[in-house]
């Protein structure tokens, strides 16, 4: 079964540096998508980044990166560059890319990032 | 106008009312989702409805009965609920439920629902 761990349950960061949040999966399947949400105290789950399995090159979006290491089987978020409006709670998933699209969701790490 | 809007934002009610919470995605996506999220858990995945047919039950309770009129609209009708039913819920949809490729699934707000 696929499983995500986020082993941070919160971070800190000053404004205007760089902060990795860290990501690791378990699944046998070769074929998956990895995703990184963030979730602001209003609640919404925001979509940040996409890696698929397959894909060579890390996925970046704006000041989101992704550190995708396939052998270490770990998906860590880059952010750079943070900004106050980057408090919020980032939850790390994957999907399976056969049958239908089941997301699996890490327990999430809080960043608060200070001025 | 906002992808996924669901209401009501905050509801409170007693474990012997009946209420419904309500998803709309302005997407053009064919699969919605119902998500639970509890503290310090991660999302738990209730249902999932693909062009209006229910294609997976996470083993949720009875109390919780999902419905599908179309592909832009999903409810969640709620019965006899327990205190540990306490918890934000959210709605989410996607182009289709078939995994493969950039196809995020996008949220909603969430209902942040309280059992007295």
């Known amino acids: 079964a696929q499983k995500i761990t986020q082993t941070q349950p919160g971070m800190f960061v000053q404004e205007k540096e760089a902060v990795t949040l860290d990501c690791t999966y378990d699944t046998s399947d070769p074929s998956y998508g990895l995703f990184w949400y963030k979730q602001p105290s209003s609640g919404e789950m925001i979509f940040l980044i996409y890696q698929g399995s397959y894909d060579q090159q890390n996925a970046t979006e704006g000041r989101y990166s992704l550190n995708f290491q396939k052998a270490r089987k770990s998906a860590n978020l880059v952010i750079s560059a943070s900004q106050l409006g980057d408090s919020a709670m980032y939850f790390c998933?994957?999907?399976?890319?056969?049958?239908?699209?089941?997301?699996?969701f890490g327990t999430g790490t809080r960043l608060l990032v200070s001025p | 106008e906002t992808g996924v809007t669901q209401t009501p934002r905050h509801l409170v009610m007693g474990m012997t009312n009946k209420k419904s919470l309500k998803c709309e995605q302005h997407?053009?996506?064919?699969?919605m989702y119902w998500y639970k999220q509890s503290a310090k858990k991660p999302l738990e995945l209730m249902f999932v409805?693909?062009?209006?047919?229910?294609?997976e039950n996470n083993s949720v309770p009875s109390r919780f009965s999902p419905e599908c009129p179309n592909s832009s609209h999903l409810f969640l009708h709620l019965h006899t609920l327990q205190p540990e039913d306490s918890a934000l819920y959210l709605c989410?949809?996607?182009?289709?439920?078939?995994?493969?490729?950039?196809?995020?699934?996008?949220f909603g707000d969430g209902t942040r629902l309280s059992i007295l």
């Open positions: 997407l053009g996506h064919n699969a």
């Open positions: 998933a994957m999907r399976l890319n056969t049958g239908f699209q089941k997301l699996v």
């Open positions: 989410a949809s996607s182009q289709s439920t078939g995994g493969a490729g950039n196809q995020p699934q996008h």
């Open positions: 409805y693909s062009l209006e047919e229910r294609v």
